[in-house]
């Protein structure tokens, strides 16, 4: 069983910068695609970005695109999300999503982001 642990949310001021971290477990790192997703207060769970199995493939939402970027550690079975000139409506909780070749997904639990204007 996938265990997605994501950390680094908080509260930072518009304009700034925050780090997302998840910690994957309980397969091979390497077997799965990797996502961000978040849900804002009312809204529905939106896609962020996707970074493929090797590293070699990113895609972003065009809401974040140029601001957000999706790295991951294949050693470290680790994949993180860069948040660089956060707006208000950043604010959400982003959740990590695991993919593998059968399209059977996990789920973090998430982290709470909270961009103040």
């Known amino acids: 069983q996938v265990q997605l642990d994501e950390s680094g949310g908080g509260l930072v001021q518009a304009g700034g910068s925050l780090r997302l971290s998840c910690a994957f477990s309980?397969?091979?790192?390497?077997?799965?695609?990797m996502g961000w997703f978040r849900q804002a207060p009312g809204k529905e769970r939106e896609f962020i970005g996707y970074i493929s199995w090797s590293g070699e493939t990113t895609n972003y939402a065009d809401s974040v695109k140029g601001r957000f970027t999706i790295s991951r550690d294949n050693a470290k079975n680790t994949v993180s999300l860069q948040m660089n000139s956060l707006k208000p409506e950043d604010t959400a909780v982003y959740y990590c999503n695991a993919r593998n070749h059968r399209n059977i997904a996990y789920w973090g639990k998430g982290t709470l982001v909270t961009v103040s204007s």
């Open positions: 309980g397969r091979t790192f390497n077997d799965y695609a």
